[in-house]
């Protein structure tokens, strides 16, 4: 880690920058994918499964079968493990309801917001060198809580042509409707505008490589409406005196492991404690399976020594990180200053890794500073909320001059006629 | 209007289609404005202002002696009416807080959600033909709800470089914390990569004509947040026999006279209705002072008759309209089956004026079918949900084995290493 001491403010802006995400040089192919797709359907998506996948199917779909054979794979401590994850992220994101309640803002004018489902959505589940099936709950789960009545989930299949048998059991869990063997960017398009076997969503959600997440981009410009923009999964740990070397290093080396590209920032109050993290590092990255990854995320990452707590809370929020540990004393009083972030873990037993399985919480979260403007995923991410108003002839009067007023000084005049017939 | 007899399903997807809004001619245009702003802030600003304004100003920031000979200006009669809106749009808005609940998943596991106001808005208002001073209200009262700390205005002033003075007294009635004389692409730049005298901004919100909403699409893509993809306006409105002909003639043309590319669409049960409606359009048109406008959008609109009441409504579902009249007997009813809305008036009384000025929703509202998916602007579009977790040393063990087990399946040795480390 790149060690900087107590850097002017002037300078926090250049230090905390991420690397930007070129994605020109993808954009002719994963344009011409989408188009493909779009014009041909079905046929281009085997058409480029074979190109990218290696992998050639005459049907798309998970078939029941399927499902019912990787239950039984699927080992009794995982299936428990998976059910425990599910109850607890059921528990948080089901109280993201709020009653209908009825404004009335002058006699007569009632206003409401509803929240519905939206009706069909599609979740991308990346392969590749980990089977996300825990990305799986924090997507179907909420989708099923707004009420969407079609969730399609697609996800590349390996070789053989078969999906993780954890992703088809988290999948038939959270109530998918309909499951494709599609990955990359023909499956962003394939739920994007429809194909033969698959009925187009209206909101795409999900991780996935550059070529996916400039894809989401391009079909977002058509108004198909995406989860979030996408970024490196990124960590920073503020920590004072009172916080554990070995316990950092840990969250760090767990957001290392991700890939090469993950952002790792240690915001400490003192050199001693980031010496001594840089310690732990050493020790526990040798143990690492995925060591090489992690260490390369660690080479571009920093630890900040600042000075004192205000400045270490000015510091993260100006950062804004995809996941903020706070290990310092009196973390309930720091998080209430904390402005910008996607999620935050207060104390010394809450690593960021419980927060990406089972504390309930949704992993699915803001990066790239993008915390400043957007939220993670939630039900929210799955309802509109259409607002309604209903005026009786009295409320109608009540309200008259004012609209026909302003609509006058807007110089519409059609708008205040629309008052003025009904009261004549 | 066109007339369309009892349409086989298989023909709505083409009836209900809109106009293509191809922005491909603008692009090259709107980057160059926004790059030269990126890199030469204040100057790029001025220099387009003099090329599409035909305005040269020393200062583009609106000082505290012109806000207040503006509000001398307004009239008595038109305050009044924007304090009744605004008190109105505050008393709707304000219901859309809900109290932190901290839930504990698990023994010693609590998470909790925390709204944020975004510190940083820019709202951009449109001049032109109308005054949109209704727009700072429905933009400027959920951002001060919000809690957002700087509420930045861009709006183009006149060719003597003057803002309309009701727009002045509209934004520091909402409390807009700076208002600056800039109109179009180059304001939108401004507010998304700022200037020497402009700070940027995490989130902009509002209207605007090709040029600003092509800009808002590229400002996204470099990670600044958007309130919605836009797409001109557009009512539909839903009648029975119980409806009045001239209501729905004045409610059709108070969209109509919006703008030519305005979307018009009446839902009947019977063509005798759309025959009185027509009656009606053609005597009400003549009055309108903008009849060109809204006579030539009403040569695009469609009025459909259905069969029955069902047909309507998946019709009008299908459609997705960004507001719906419904002025059938059985309203309510009929509004609790409605799935894909922007905002929808009830009954006999309740035109769509009303909500575009006073009754307290929200006007900032999703077209062009977006309703699918995208909600209208409201509290929740300026702030961020933050999501917190904290474990006793009692609640990671807990949630230990779990956490473990799905990060060793998915790969992550070093997740699983996170928890194991505190517990040992």
Redesign the interface.
Known sequence: MELILQPAKTTWHRLLQRPALDLADLTEKVKAVLEEVRLNGDAAVRKYALLFDRVELNTTEVQQQEIEAAEAIVSA??K???N??A??IT??HS??F?PV?V?E??PG?Q?W?KS????KVGLYIPGG??????TILMLGIPAKLAGCKEIILCSPPDKTGKLHP?ILYAAQLVGATKIFKIGGVQAIAAMAYGTETISPV??IFGPGNQYVTCAK?FI??D???IDM?AGPSEVCVMADDSA?P??IA??L??Q???GADSQVLLVALSSELVNNVEEELNK?LEL???KDL?GKALQNSKAIVVSNIDEAIELVNEYAAEHLIISCDG??AI?ER?????????????????????????HTL?T?????????V?V?SF???????????Q??QQ?A???E???E???????????R??LK
Chains 1, 2 share one sequence.
């Open positions: 401590e995982l428990a493990a998976i425990t994850a109850k607890n528990s948080f109280k993201q709020y309640e404004i803002t002058m004018v206003c917001r519905v489902g939206i009706e060198t980990a089977p996300l099936f825990s954890a209206s909101k981009q977002q410009q108004g198909i409406a923009p554990n070995a316990f840990a969250d080396l767990s290392a492991e991700h526990q690492l399976p995925r992690a973390h309930e998080a904390i402005v910008n972030a996607g999620s935050v873990f207060l104390g010394h037993y809450s690593p960021e890794s419980v927060g990406d399985y089972a504390s309930g919480t949704n803001p790239n500073g993008y915390a400043r403007a957007y939220s993670g939630s929210d309802v509109k909320k259409i607002t309604y108003q209903k005026l009786t002839e409320g109608l309200i001059s004012t609209v007023l302003l609509a000084a807007e110089g519409l005049q059609a708008h205040a006629n629309a008052v017939i009904r």
